[in-house]
């Protein structure tokens, strides 16, 4: 059961399934089997899928990404209000992006890029956020930068799952880990599951 307000990751061997798992619960892919159920409805969920180059393909500029997070409460008739400008230039200052808003987004390096939609997740104020492999090619000072964005949503209530491959980062920040392997999943406490996993790596 995911709880209001956790703080998981979600690790195991690749080809497990992680991603996979990740994209269901988002509402992107059919369960293979079995039924997903959720305690009322199912929550307004902030999505961070691994960097591809889809977007990069398109003329948008950085604000134009993060903008995309409010769309979803935005009136289109109405656009964007002036509250909700002045919540996407706060997060873009959050994150160090307030200087390069009309950048093209090919012009970006990768953790300019990967801080980028962060700032769309953090815009949309999601109760449940899910974030695919968010430290994938990213240099360590951007990766702690990041890692402090995470935590700070999770003080603000909001749920997280995170799909990791590092396992210091996960002990010393995430208090649930869900392990996935081909044979089972085991989820619980990070200090009990994360050895399990090492051996699984190991065997």
């Known amino acids: 059961m995911i709880c209001p307000g956790s703080l998981t990751a979600i690790v195991g061997l690749n080809g497990c399934g992680k991603s996979t798992l990740l994209k269901t619960l988002a509402g992107f892919l059919p369960p293979v089997s079995g039924r997903l159920r959720w305690q009322g409805k199912r ?3 902030g999505w961070l899928a691994q ?4 977007e990069s393909q398109f003329p948008l500029n950085v604000q134009d990404v993060v903008s995309q997070g409010a769309w979803p409460g935005v009136s289109l008739l109405r656009g964007l209000g002036g509250g909700t400008r002045r919540r996407i230039g ?3 200052e959050r994150v ?3 200087g390069l808003a009309k950048t093209p987004i ?3 390096s990768g953790g300019q890029f990967q801080r980028m939609l962060f700032a769309r997740v953090m815009v949309q104020q999601a109760p449940l956020v899910m974030l695919d492999e968010p430290f994938t090619g990213i240099d360590e000072a951007t990766s702690r930068e990041l890692m402090d964005l995470i935590l700070e949503m999770h003080r603000q209530g909001q749920t997280i799952l995170a799909v990791l491959h590092d396992n210091q980062r996960v002990a ?10 081909p044979q089972r999943a085991c989820w619980g406490a990070t200090r009990a599951v994360l ?7 190991s065997a």
């Not at 208090?175 to 996935?180: A, N, R, S």
């Open 195 to 201: 050895p399990a996993f090492s051996h699984v790596r």
């Open 90 to 92: 706060a997060v873009l």
């Open 106 to 108: 090919e012009a970006l």
């Open 172 to 181: 010393d920040f995430f208090p649930e880990t869900l392990l996935l392997t």
């Open 43 to 45: 929550p307004v969920i």
């Open 96 to 98: 160090g992006l307030a």
């Open 51 to 54: 960097r591809h180059a889809l």
